[in-house]
């Protein structure tokens, strides 16, 4: 069987800026430099009022579609990733459809059709249902569109308001990629958790300490159970790590515990004894809070290492780039982290084909999913025609005020009717209400 993985991937984003040191800190009262160096973000991308997640999730898959030269024969499934869906029957790939059906003049009545659910981690588990289907055998010589797309809104004074976000990614998955194949194998962490939900709400319930205590120790799991079927991973093999990310701190902590973990037992490890000694074992603790403790101790002292931060600046913080500009995607977080890393090795004339991603997937509720994706030859002509910088450079800043309403707009329990900040130009745009209830699109020359 031929490798399985991503061709081709479109990134889009909101129309929308929000400043976080200079619009939002002084709302809030609190210093810019807990945005940008404690949360990592510079800005949030909002959807302006006539954006939704079907126009960006339509629109990115759109961007790809005609820049790969494809056409909707060409696709045997459609999956929408998303925890921003608006609709509880009605999945918004098949809305999805209809926009694109639009633009072609041909429909997707061959192809399979679903909406994933599991929080940020929905768009990797429809990388794997794609992954499945093909390996299996049953995709006719097709590819699979995989779409994560999300309007990351928390209502106004959550703590989380800080870190929200709205954009879609586009994958292509197929046989004998042009940007990477993915691993056969997989390490997963995942328990009944309650550190983030939604229930039957649109705005989330978080508790915001407790999911970054969650999101680390699924990501333990997930990386022992990885290397339990994949043997170790040394920190050598490794290119980049893109890791889910709701803001740039919460991967600087999973970083370190990243590296605490591959270095364990190798000569790394013997090397930074002699500045900070060894890990600690649990074994050599009476008790579980002391054994706790003299781990904090150790990750204090190797975060502060030449070793370890050569280390984060080379592998996890080329993966930052895209989300400090614009928020937490949720489902398409983690794959904006594996663009920003490849643009990184693009700009700097890397050669990576044969080089390994290790990939770490997270969603609340919760689980973690880890797997190995190797770059295959070709693949800087995929990130080449990115036009992200691009998007990012002409989206609106959004006023305090223009914030507040257009938080309104998207919020469904106000009765509002905003105007755009922006006018839409070749893309996808919400259109009204159907009679039965269903949100319409048209496409905007
Ligand atoms: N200068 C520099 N750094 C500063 C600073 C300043 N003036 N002020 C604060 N900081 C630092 C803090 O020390 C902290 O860093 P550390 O955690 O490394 O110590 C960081 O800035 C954030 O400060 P606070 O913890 O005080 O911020 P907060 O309590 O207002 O909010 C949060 C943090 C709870 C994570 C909040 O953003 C939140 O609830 N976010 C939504 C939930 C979330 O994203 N959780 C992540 C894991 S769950 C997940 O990943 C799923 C998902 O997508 C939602």
């Known amino acids: 069987m031929n490798t399985v993985g991503i061709d081709a991937v479109e990134i889009w984003t909101g129309n929308l800026r929000l400043d976080l040191p200079d619009t939002f800190a002084p709302q809030k009262g609190e210093d810019p430099e807990k945005y940008t160096k404690g949360l990592g973000l510079n800005a949030s991308s909002f959807p302006d009022s006539y954006e939704d997640i079907v126009t960006m999730a339509a629109n990115a898959a759109y961007r790809l579609m005609d820049r790969k030269g494809l056409e909707p024969e060409d696709i045997g499934r459609i999956d929408v990733a998303t925890e921003s869906a608006f609709d509880n029957s009605k999945p918004v ?5 209809g926009c694109l059906e639009q633009v072609y003049g041909q429909d997707f009545h061959h192809a399979n059709k679903g909406e994933r659910k599991f929080a940020c ?3 990797t588990q429809s990388l794997d249902d794609a992954y499945n289907w093909i390996k299996a055998g049953r995709n006719r010589g097709r590819g699979a569109l995989v779409i994560a797309t999300d309007t990351a809104l928390y209502a106004r004074g959550d703590a989380g308001e800080a870190t929200q976000g709205a954009g879609a990614v586009a994958m292509y998955i197929t046989e004998d990629p042009s940007l990477v194949e993915l691993s056969t194998e997989q390490g997963y962490g995942s328990a009944d958790e309650t550190d983030f939900l939604k229930p039957n709400q649109q705005f989330p319930s978080v508790d915001g300490k ?6 680390l120790a699924r990501m333990r799991e997930a990386l022992t159970d990885y290397e339990s079927v994949a043997g170790d991973i040394h920190p050598d093999d490794i290119a980049y790590v893109p890791f889910h990310t709701p803001f740039p701190g919460m991967v600087r902590k999973a970083g370190l515990l990243a590296y605490r973990h591959v270095t364990r037992d190798t000569e790394i490890e013997e090397e930074l004894a002699a500045e900070i000694g060894r890990q600690p ?11 706790r403790e003299a781990v904090r101790e150790y990750m204090d002292a190797l975060k502060e290492t030449d070793r370890y931060r050569g280390w984060y600046a080379e592998t996890i913080d080329p993966t930052l780039t895209i989300s400090r500009e614009v928020g937490n995607w949720y489902t398409g977080s983690v794959h904006v982290a594996r663009a920003s890393a490849l643009k990184h090795a693009l700009e700097d004339g890397r050669d990576l084909a044969g080089e390994s991603l290790y990939v770490g997937s997270y969603g609340s509720g919760a689980q973690a999913e880890i797997h190995e994706e190797t770059v295959v030859e070709g693949w800087e002509a995929e990130i080449e025609a990115l036009n992200v910088d691009a998007q990012l450079a ?12 257009i938080h309104d707009a998207h919020n469904h329990d106000v009765d509002s009717d905003v105007e755009p900040l922006t006018t839409p130009e ?3 745009a919400f259109d009204g209400w159907g009679p039965m209830g269903e949100r319409q699109y048209r496409f905007v020359e």
């Open 394 to 405: 002409d989206r609106h800043d959004l006023t305090w005020e223009e914030y507040e309403r």
């Open 281 to 291: 074992r649990r074994e050599a603790f009476d008790d579980e809070d002391a054994y």
């Open 121 to 123: 981690i929905a768009g």
């Open 426 to 428: 070749d893309e996808f």
């Open 93 to 97: 790939s098949t809305y999805v459809a």
């Open 210 to 215: 407790r999911s970054v205590q969650v999101y």
